[in-house]
């Protein structure tokens, strides 16, 4: 079964979990140690939880990624900036409320 991962950078390493497997984590000094400790820790969790009669949590996460204009982001930050500056109320839930539509 495939689960999906999610790893973060720390300060001075590593850390993955398996938002499928509550309680599953790991840690590594680089990227690839972080992958391969979180690989043994699946296995070493889904067996315990086979030799406790448990069942196995289906594999279900999905994993996206979102790219962001961040030329469009600084321009429009830069107008509701200057917006703000002139008196000018910011309504930031008006904002992302137009976005959506």
């Known amino acids: 079964m495939r689960y999906a991962i999610l790893i973060e950078k720390g300060k001075n390493n590593y850390s993955a979990y398996a938002p499928d497997v509550p309680g599953c984590v790991a ?3 680089t ?3 972080v992958k391969q400790q979180m690989k043994e820790a699946l ?3 889904l067996e315990g939880m086979v ?3 448990d069942s196995l949590p289906k594999a279900e996460t999905r994993c996206a990624y979102a790219d962001v204009n961040m030329a469009a982001v600084a321009k429009r930050a ?3 900036k200057h917006k703000k500056a002139s008196g000018g109320r910011v309504d930031r839930q008006a904002s992302v409320s ?3 539509k």
């Open 27 to 29: 840690t590594g000094a």
């Open 31 to 33: 990227l690839e140690e």
């Open 43 to 45: 296995e070493f969790h």
């Open 51 to 53: 030799l406790d009669g």
């Open 78 to 80: 830069a107008q509701e």
């Open 98 to 100: 137009r976005k959506s």
